[in-house]
């Protein structure tokens, strides 16, 4: 059994010079630094239809959507190699290998459950629907998708 005398205490003190004392293991963690559960996404694995923009881009060219989310969270504007990446791994079968590091990223750092299936197994077997979903939640949450198109120039005479 632990003496209490031997546990290592913890001291807040204040400008009011006021030092509480107590064993840290009697001291409870706040509510506020408490991790919440994860949140569900906020739409459907299977709810392309609610973006048919980015549904249909991703249907066709799975590698562009890839590099956009890529990018996004790798806070890289206007780079071609996350897609050029992507786009090269689909011809031996390893996208999901890659893509599914981007999804886990997006779970942590939104807080989301890891739903419908792992994030390997969701982008081995619904690899671009869980690109649209993934898209879907950076719109949600306002990251940047894509760059900006460059200023338009004119020729002087």
């Given at each position: 059994?632990s ?22 293991s ?66 031996c ?5 890659l ?8 779970r ?41 198109a ?8």
């Amino acid at each position: 059994m632990s003496n209490p005398e031997s546990s290592p205490v913890v001291s807040l003190g204040g400008k009011t010079g006021v030092t509480i004392s107590a064993p840290a293991s009697r001291l409870a963690t706040p509510p506020a630094l408490l991790p919440s559960a994860p949140q569900p996404w906020s739409t459907s694995i299977f709810a392309c239809y609610k973006d048919i923009g980015s549904c249909c881009w991703t249907m066709f060219c799975p590698a562009a959507t890839f590099g956009t989310l890529a990018n996004a969270l790798d806070n890289k504007k206007g780079t071609k190699a996350n897609c050029c990446t992507y786009f090269l791994r689909q011809f031996c079968c390893a996208t999901a290998s890659l893509s599914s590091k981007y999804r886990a990223r997006i779970r942590e750092k939104y807080n989301l459950m890891e739903k419908p299936l792992s994030d390997f197994a969701t982008h081995c077997f619904l690899p671009q629907c869980a690109l649209c979903q993934e898209y879907r939640e950076l719109k949600r949450f306002k990251v940047e998708l894509g760059s900006k198109a460059p200023p338009s120039q004119s020729m002087k005479k």
